[in-house]
């Protein structure tokens, strides 16, 4: 019980004071992305530099779930390069789907809280919504869409 206390806090921290929710300047790359079924609506901004995410910040509205999704994703994929960011979308996507190996949830860092998403349907894709965005996003820089 003392790790779900410490796990929604930390959920609730990133949803009432998100460090990367912003209006980038100049951003080199704006995706939306959306979730019909519940209303959630970001735009996630990025810059590179060559092949580092060298900024990233999102706007937008929704759940809770989304909006601190969204911002711990950005904490770990800020500094990293397109591929690792790659890695780190389909980690936690895994993890939502209940297929991490042991040992693999310490590379997401605070993104591990919503582990227990994956037991309410109807939240997982708030959760995924920012980390879907980022793949598509990522595979528009690279123009390999699809």
């Keep these: 019980m003392e ?6 806090e930390i959920l609730i921290d990133h949803n009432m004071h998100p460090g990367n929710k912003y209006q980038l300047k100049d951003p080199q790359l704006v995706l939306e992305g959306k979730n019909p079924s519940c209303g959630d609506d970001i735009f996630l901004q990025l810059t590179f530099d060559g092949d580092v995410i060298k900024e990233g910040s999102f706007v937008g509205d929704g ?3 989304s909006q601190a999704s969204a911002d711990m994703m950005l904490d770990l ?4 390069t397109k591929k690792e960011a790659l890695e780190l979308s389909d980690l936690f996507l895994r993890m939502i789907q209940g297929e991490l190996s ?3 949830e310490e590379r997401l860092e605070e993104a591990i809280c919503l582990q227990d998403i994956s037991h309410m349907p ?5 959760a ?5 965005t980022l793949k598509e996003a990522i595979e528009r820089a690279d123009g390999s869409e699809g």
């Design 128 to 132: 995924v919504l920012g980390w879907r």
């Design 122 to 126: 109807s939240r997982v894709k708030c």
């Design 77 to 80: 994929v800020i500094g990293k």
């Design 63 to 65: 759940c809770a779930i």
């Design 102 to 104: 042991a040992g693999e």
């Design 3 to 8: 790790n779900r206390t410490f796990y929604n």
